[in-house]
């Protein structure tokens, strides 16, 4: 039971002190103890930063009580892109935004999202203050 591990989580450290720790009030922890009421997401946020709680085993009791137990991920490895799929890319893009300016609206939108240079460049064009010709999604290194 979630009332059951949040004492397990508190361990011999006062219900006050737990609370302060969590910033939260001490009836708040009592409730959450008597199973009368269940702790919100940023409480259980805080419970993970300061206990180092998997917020997995605190609410179902699956898989490593502490955070620090949980086998970490590998890192995908980076695989480099080739010219020729830029080059296809630009491609692509460029038939899609000629074809259906819809397209090319939502497309603009997702890569300011994605690209903050993009996002950059856009902004200048439109302010006027641009004097470049060329669009960010060359392939190409300017000195």
């Known amino acids: 039971m979630l009332a059951s591990r949040m004492k397990t989580v508190r361990g011999d450290l006062p219900q006050k002190a737990f609370a302060n ?5 001490v009836n708040t922890v009592q409730r959450w103890e008597a ?13 993970q930063q300061q206990f180092d709680i998997n917020i997995n085993w605190l ?3 699956d898989g490593p ?3 620090s137990e949980l086998e970490q991920p590998r890192p995908a490895e980076v ?9 296809s890319f630009r491609t692509w893009v460029a038939e899609l935004i000629s074809e259906d300016s819809a397209y090319r609206g939502w497309f603009k939108v997702q ?16 302010g006027g203050r641009s004097s470049e010709n ?7 290194n300017s000195a």
């Open 65 to 67: 009580k502490h955070l």
């Open 35 to 47: 199973g009368t009421r269940l702790p919100c997401a940023d409480d259980l946020l805080r419970m």
């Open 134 to 140: 060329s669009s960010p999604m060359t392939h190409e």
């Open 59 to 61: 609410l179902s009791g």
């Open 79 to 87: 695989v480099p892109i080739e010219n020729g799929f830029i080059e």
């Open 111 to 126: 890569l300011m999202k994605c690209f903050p240079e993009f996002k950059e460049w856009v902004e200048k064009k439109q």
């Open 21 to 25: 720790r969590l910033a939260v009030h």
